[in-house]
């Protein structure tokens, strides 16, 4: 069974990279998806989160995004603390997907893939990145945010050269169309998942 995985900066078009992947017979892990799924069910996780900032929790069990985020953002060893504890986590969690797979392989889509080690787990590791300019326009579109706050999360992400020196396939999204990118993201996987089956 093959193990991708998919990382990269957001709005460079992941997701249309994992929507070809499924369409292959690969099942998808989204860690952040999983992230959440797991302050739900995981009780050791949720413990440890209050042990490190408190109340973090709302009445109704949710985690407190802003909260949290008024704690970490802007603070590099706070946040170097909750990946301490977040990642552990979610690697179990997905070493058990993977035990667990009976489709043509798995991929595994994380902003954090190389960082939280789960890049090693890979067969193979693919970053999908975009222009700058390009990325901004869709957020901002996507997300329904303006261009200040687009252009600072942009800023706040890992730049190309990052994930050039840590991937083992860096594709630009340079495509005209979200079409055309699927068409092109469709060539690359089974041109490779064709080398791998020889």
């Keep these: 069974m093959t193990v991708i995985g998919i990382t990269g900066p957001t709005g460079a078009g992941k997701t249309t990279a994992l929507h070809v992947l499924e369409s292959l017979g690969f099942q998808v892990v989204d860690c952040d998806a999983l992230y959440y799924e797991l302050l739900g069910s995981d009780a050791a996780l949720r413990q440890a989160l209050e ?7 709302l009445p109704d069990g949710q985690l407190d995004r802003a909260a949290l985020g008024a704690v970490v953002f802007g603070n590099s060893k706070e946040l170097e603390r909750l990946n301490g504890i977040v990642f552990p986590a979610v690697t179990r969690a997905v070493e058990e ?22 890049g090693a787990r890979c067969d193979v590791t693919v970053a999908i990145t975009a222009p700058p300019e390009v990325r901004l326009r869709r957020i901002m579109a996507r997300d329904g945010i303006g261009e200040a706050y687009a252009r600072q999360r942009i800023e706040a992400q890992k730049k190309d050269s990052y994930y050039r020196k840590h991937c ?6 340079r495509a005209g169309s979200q ?15 064709l080398t791998l089956e020889e």
């Design 97 to 118: 997907r993977i035990a667990a797979c009976t489709a043509r392989g798995l991929v595994v889509d994380a902003i954090n893939l190389i960082e939280c080690g789960l």
């Design 168 to 173: 083992d396939f860096l594709l630009e999204n």
């Design 179 to 193: 079409e055309e990118f699927a068409r092109l993201i469709r060539e690359f996987f089974e041109d490779f998942l």
């Design 51 to 57: 042990a490190a900032f408190g109340k973090v929790f």
